[in-house]
């Protein structure tokens, strides 16, 4: 965007751009660095549409720290805090009841264009990218938690069909998938547990031009609603990623398990008996399916439950502050109580910091770092923000007493949800244990 | 038929944090600045319809505002929603308009533009609530004006049919374009921008003009050209007492009315 501004020194800003225009909003001068705090994302200059992009790179290598959120990320947040506030949270405590899958609420997530930020515009998505991820689950999960982790496992197989499968399969599955008309799910975990995925035991052999594939995958989410089920199985000895399709023989969804949280996303377990798929359902080459599910689980799935616990956090936060200034004890709101006020802070600090966590390890991404460069950050995020999660809600429930048990007041709602982003996308001891590997050697 | 339609919009403080404004007692201006603020909830309904014409008739949506630097964001805001172009009046000699400077204003940036079929606004603001700009700038225009719109209907040869809200029911009228429509909030919803709309918006064009852009006289805008002069401000704040009443139930109820008639109340 150019502004025509008429002052000759006037500086017309978007995002992280700038441009000097002279009398006639003409561009006069290549960008400059007019603040030294700001810096240019050369993603953006596409956007600026008055200088080449070449001539930019030239002319601007310094990168330097910028903390604010550019433009479109806050419209971005605006919206979905408007989606949520408006249309979610009315409904959020008869759909935790129903405890029925959310179709309605995941289409209009994909006519708002939220399913498919990760994904490229070639294919239905938006491309705007982990940040953008990061703040719609956050704010989604403020409200409502269930359409928020959604948005974690939702997009797991989409980022996988992005990053590793053939233009086929990009063109046959992600367009459907962004709009939020079909869903899909990713499954790695087995019976066995889902922290040692090199001991699977479904196991996919070549007969002919099809793979016939026999196992059992655990505790998968949404694989009942789902459309479209991505799973690693054994080929030989070593893995490789399918897709498998709603209504295809041999697959079927045995189990919906009883949890106590996220009570409306189906929780499954499936079976897979002599189920033929073609060779054309195997994502990216034969052997490298276990690299490219874990590789999808720690960008995707990890962040994911990180922006599902700042989420809850902050949800249970506000709910807690808005209750204790207007709970009167003693002839004063418990808000003046230094027992509440130090429960609050600490609830207020913790969600600052595992914001920044969250927020950093996504404008990373951003930037083209890979799981494997942010593997620690990645871990850290999760692990604080899922846990600051947890110790929000608590606090809640203690601030608000007898209301806090009340479902109508949602924070027992959200500490059950809460709970279950322990075990979500890697335990909280598996990213203990990446961290500490990987500081102690 | 190809339609130019204009919105105007006011960018207003949130009502989450109306509690932040202040007063300046010896300016009697309201203090908006650090206040987060949105596009007026009224002036959303008006850039809907605008919006919802356009998918009908092929045309183009234009959104103009008068405020300073930051009311960009509120047009940024309606680019988003799904507005062309965005038109920010933007210089000091705007400041401390009333609602006639304001109106002026709007009138000379819209002379400017050229031709215009449509003209939306809000019925009125949620800070200010005068409901006086729209019509102003119609009889400024000199084109026809509805306000209290509920419901359009576009019939043939550019002609309106408009149902209005009165106290107690409504009043449909016609009415030929060029013409100046003020909504209210029954008229529609407005929509939620998409995050592609919202990825567009950057090629989407913003134009920012001053004072002298438009050729404005000094006099017919900002405080000079604004006849409104606030008296005085200050801030209104209630009170309450609790008084407990003793005896029987008939006696607590003769106390009660007996103290509420000594204070004036009843």
Same mark, same amino acid.
Request: aromatic share 4%; glycine share 14%; hydrophobic share 40%.
């Given at each position: 965007m150019v502004s025509q501004h008429s002052g000759l020194t006037n500086v017309a800003q978007w995002g992280r751009l700038y441009v000097r225009n002279d009398e006639a909003g003409?561009?006069?001068?290549?960008?400059?660095?007019?603040?030294?705090?700001y810096y240019i994302l050369?993603?953006?200059?596409?956007?600026?549409?008055?200088?080449?992009k070449g001539h930019l790179q030239n002319k601007l290598t310094e990168v330097k720290m910028d903390l604010n959120l550019s433009r479109e990320h806050e419209m971005l947040r605006d919206m979905v805090k408007e989606f949520a506030d408006n249309e979610l949270a009315p409904r959020a405590l008869e759909l935790d009841n129903k405890g029925e899958f959310f179709w309605e609420q995941v289409k209009r997530s994909g006519q708002l264009g939220l399913?498919?930020?990760?994904?490229s515009k070639e294919y239905g998505?938006?491309?705007?990218?982990h940040l953008a991820r990061m703040i719609l689950i956050e704010e989604i999960s403020r409200v409502y938690p269930p359409l928020g982790f959604f948005h974690q496992t939702g997009n797991l197989l989409m980022y996988a069909i992005e990053t590793f499968g053939s233009d086929e399969q990009k063109k046959k599955y992600l367009p459907a998938l962004c709009k939020g008309e079909k869903v899909s799910a990713l499954a790695l975990t087995e019976a066995t547990g889902?922290?040692?995925?090199?001991?699977?035991q479904t196991e996919a052999t070549l007969e002919g031009d099809d793979y016939v594939v026999n196992g059992r995958k655990s505790w998968i989410s949404a694989v009942d609603p789902a459309d479209f089920v991505g799973f690693v199985a054994r080929t030989g000895d070593k893995f490789s990623a399918f897709i498998v399709e709603k209504g295809?023989?041999?697959?079927?969804?045995?189990r919906r398990e009883e949890t106590?949280?996220?009570?409306s996303l189906p929780v499954n377990e499936f079976a897979l008996t002599n189920c033929r798929l073609p060779k054309?359902?195997?994502?990216?080459?034969?052997?490298?399916g276990l690299a490219s599910a874990l590789t999808t689980i720690a960008t995707i799935g990890r962040t994911g439950a990180a922006g599902v616990g700042l989420g809850i956090a902050r949800g249970c936060y506000e709910i807690a502050l808005k209750f204790a200034k207007e709970r009167v004890l003693y002839g004063k709101?418990?808000?003046?109580?230094q027992a509440i006020q130090f429960m609050l802070t600490d609830m207020n600090v913790e969600i600052e910091a595992a914001k920044w966590l969250c927020y950093s390890t996504a404008w990373q991404l951003d930037q083209g770092k890979t799981s494997r460069d942010l593997a620690v950050d990645i871990a850290r995020c999760k692990l604080y923000a899922v846990d600051v999660a947890n110790r929000c809600a608590y606090k809640a429930v203690d601030i608000m007493g007898a209301y806090g048990l009340s479902?109508?007041?949602r924070v027992i709602g959200l500490l059950r949800d809460a709970l279950?982003?322990?075990?979500?996308?890697?335990s909280q001891e598996v990213m203990k244990i990446t961290i500490g590997a990987t500081i102690t050697r | 038929m190809e339609l130019e339609i204009l919105v105007c919009i006011k960018q207003v403080p949130h009502p989450d944090h109306f509690s932040e404004i202040r007063l300046d007692v010896s300016s009697g201006?309201?203090?908006? &600045?650090g206040v987060p603020a949105i596009i007026n909830p009224l002036d959303r309904n008006a850039l809907e319809e605008g919006l919802r014409v356009k998918e009908k008739f092929p045309g183009r949506v234009t959104v103009i505002s008068m405020g300073p630097p930051q009311a960009q964001k509120a047009l940024e805001e309606a680019l988003a929603m799904g507005a062309d172009r965005g038109i920010l009046l933007c210089?000091?000699?705007?400041?401390?308009?009333?609602t006639l400077a304001t109106a002026n204003t709007l009138f000379y940036a819209i002379r400017k533009l050229g031709k215009f079929d449509l003209i939306y606004c809000g019925n &009125?603001?949620?800070?200010?609530?005068?409901?006086q700009v729209g019509p102003q700038l119609a009889e400024l225009l000199d084109i026809p004006q509805v306000s209290g719109v509920q419901e359009v209907t576009f019939g043939d040869e550019k002609i309106l049919e408009v149902k209005r809200a009165l106290e107690h029911g409504y009043m449909k009228v016609r009415v030929k374009l060029p013409a100046l429509l003020c909504v209210t909030r029954d008229i529609n919803r407005p929509r939620l921008p998409t995050v592609q709309s919202i990825m567009e918006v950057a090629q989407k064009e913003m134009i920012i003009w001053k004072a002298k852009d438009i050729g404005a006289?000094? &006099?017919?805008?900002g405080l000079k050209g604004?006849?409104?002069?606030?008296?005085g401000v200050y801030e209104h704040k209630t009170g309450r007492r609790r008084e407990i009443m003793q005896g029987s139930i008939e006696e607590k109820v003769q106390r009660t009315v007996a103290r509420l008639k000594e204070l004036g109340a009843i």
């Open positions: 003409k561009a006069l001068s290549p960008i400059e660095m007019v603040n030294p705090g050369f993603k953006n200059v596409e956007s600026c549409g008055c200088l080449s399913m498919g930020v990760i994904n998505g938006t491309a705007m990218g889902g922290s040692d995925p090199a001991n699977m295809t023989p041999g697959f079927e969804v045995t106590i949280g996220l009570r054309e359902n195997l994502i990216g080459e034969e052997g490298r709101p418990i808000a003046a109580l479902p109508e007041y279950e982003l322990g075990v979500a996308a890697g | 201006r309201i203090i908006r &600045e210089d000091m000699a705007f400041a401390g308009a009333d &009125e603001t949620m800070d200010s609530g005068t409901a006289p000094p &006099e017919s805008i604004s006849p409104t002069c606030a008296a």
